[in-house]
């Protein structure tokens, strides 16, 4: 069962990629799986960002290319 974060963060991406939420899984990577491109990925971070009301380094944000990702990482931020 997913918790609310992770409905969130699924929300966000499943909107800025223009894909069903359901597409978007935790090991569904952004470029690949649900056909973003790098500038979507920047979008999302921003996006990620506006939604959580914390700023993303960009040596963070290259690493996160899954919902999984982005989870772990927030885990590990406190968030």
């Given at each position: 069962?997913a918790?609310?974060?992770?409905?969130?963060?699924?929300?966000?991406?499943?909107?800025h990629l223009?894909?069903e939420?359901?597409?978007?899984?935790?090991?569904?990577?952004f470029?690949?799986?649900?056909?973003?491109?790098?500038?979507?990925?920047?979008?999302?971070?921003?996006?990620?960002?506006?939604?959580?009301?914390?700023?993303?380094?960009?040596?963070?944000?290259?690493?996160?290319?899954?919902?999984?990702k982005?989870?772990d990482y927030?885990?590990?931020?406190?968030?």
């Amino acid at each position: 069962m997913a918790n609310e974060l992770e409905e969130r963060i699924r929300a966000v991406i499943a909107e800025h990629l223009g894909v069903e939420p359901e597409r978007v899984t935790r090991d569904a990577t952004f470029i690949g799986d649900l056909s973003a491109d790098s500038l979507d990925t920047v979008e999302l971070t921003l996006a990620f960002e506006e939604e959580l009301g914390f700023a993303i380094p960009e040596e963070d944000a290259e690493k996160l290319t899954t919902l999984g990702k982005v989870l772990d990482y927030l885990n590990k931020q406190g968030k």
